[in-house]
């Protein structure tokens, strides 16, 4: 399968002026938490040891998944063609920590973290995750995202960098924040054409496996 058919775009052909497919950031909801544990459990060691700092057993990834707040925090996500989750941006609201205070005045600062699988590495996905995350912060009075991860994690390195952010290493581990802009009505639109756009996409590709999964009971014909 070549990757370009990874996505589907239901933006028109003009619209689009980047060669590469175009990334739809999904808002993820209760309905999509089985698949964000399957996608978790389905990253191969090397990525789970990034994405989490540790190897975390499966119980562990499961119980992070099942404790995540979808009424307090963010989730975003990327499905491929055939409804896979395939990449998820996680984005934790904290209070202010007084050590931080410093770098904000606002009553909330935010964690991102996210996990790409290896079939659509190299298509722009994790970066197109954190844009994401970033403009929701400057839509919702949040003005510093922050990212921890191993130094050694060369994907949140590369964010961070494209990104501006200011980056201290130490033992290992790498810290990262961005200041953001304050909101403006273009980056209120901005969010919200995104999120229409995926959840048009979204819509098509759950309907399109739905009918699949029917033609598949029907008598006599061979399962996908």
Known sequence: MNSIDLFQNPLPRWFKRN?????LIKELQERDRRRMLKHFLGLERADRLLRFGSMLPDELVSDYVNRIDLKRD???????????LVAVGHLA??????DKSAVTDKENVA????SVSRSVRGMGV?????????????????????MHCLSSNQTMMHIARKAGMAIQR???EADAYLKLSPPNPGSMLQ???EEQFATIDYTLKANTRAAVKWLDRLPGRKPR
């Open 74 to 84: 963010m989730v975003f996500g990327v499905y491929n063609r055939v409804f896979q």
């Open 170 to 172: 130490d033992y290992g």
């Open 93 to 98: 609201f904290a209070k202010t920590d007084p």
């Open 111 to 114: 964690e991102f973290g996210v």
């Open 126 to 146: 994790g970066s197109k995750l954190f844009e994401r995350a970033a403009i929701h912060c400057r839509n919702n009075d949040v003005d510093t995202l922050y």
């Open 191 to 193: 969010e919200a054409v």
């Open 19 to 23: 060669p590469r497919p175009t990334v």
